[in-house]
């Protein structure tokens, strides 16, 4: 069995837990603590030497570090219900939406909230290195946050789902940078109709925790 190595309070392995969640995988799950800098100890370097989470252990062994890897091999071995498309096209539409949740969202949030919090001083980046915040680029990572809702605001109006016409991983990453969004105190509003409605549709499913 799978074993994924978590932090429930995180975005990221959040992303992991839904994903096997939405394709109704049985897995141990080892929660790791990253207020306290459990991540940056001996004993997980040994599991994960990015020091990050998620980290999958796979049936066959080895470990993946990353949401990508560990969807591809997921998608592979459990491939219905299908997250990253059947069609070619479909699968392009899902990974060029992936890359822009991820680039134009999750990374803007991460970028304003790493760059500010007092608690993340020298951590503005993730991993075994320490890097100083730079408070321009949180101010940068704000605005691309708000431009961020807007685009995908318009882009959900007439759609259910972010890509290609079915529920896919796309949504399931905009579900996370959504949310992630309000620890920049940054979330939908009123001139968000169609996000709104979208993130309550997303809810409705129960996997989203």
């Known amino acids: 069995m799978m074993t994924l190595y978590d932090c429930a309070t995180a975005p990221s392995p959040r992303r992991a837990r839904i ?3 939405e394709k109704g995988v049985t897995h141990h799950t080892v929660q790791v603590d990253l207020r306290n800098g459990e991540q940056l100890g001996e004993a997980f370097r040994r599991i994960n030497p990015q020091c990050t989470v998620p980290a999958l252990v796979t049936e066959e062994g080895p470990v993946l570090t990353d949401n990508a890897a560990i969807a591809a091999y997921v998608e592979a071995r459990h491939p219905e219900p299908p997250l990253l498309g059947r069609t070619p096209l479909d699968k392009a539409d899902i990974a060029g939406w992936q890359w822009r949740v991820e ?9 304003a909230l790493r760059n500010s919090s007092p608690a993340m001083a020298d951590r503005a980046l993730p991993g075994p290195v320490n890097y100083a915040q730079i408070p321009a680029l949180a101010e940068r990572g704000l605005a691309r946050v708000r431009q961020f809702f807007s685009t995908l605001d318009a882009h959900l109006a007439g759609r259910d789902f972010i890509a290609a016409g079915q ?3 796309a949504d399931i990453t905009a579900v996370v940078a959504v949310d992630f969004a309000r620890a920049v105190k940054i979330k939908p509003g009123d001139e968000h109709p169609h ?8 809810q409705a499913r129960g996997t989203m925790g």
Not at 103 to 111: D, H, N, R, S, V
Not at 196 to 202: D, G, L, P, S
Request: aromatic share 14%; charged share 25%; glycine share 4%.
């Open 19 to 21: 994903l096997l969640a």
């Open 103 to 111: 680039f134009e969202g999750l990374i803007a949030i991460a970028e």
């Open 167 to 169: 529920f896919s991983i």
């Open 195 to 202: 996000l709104r409605r979208w993130r309550e549709a997303m």
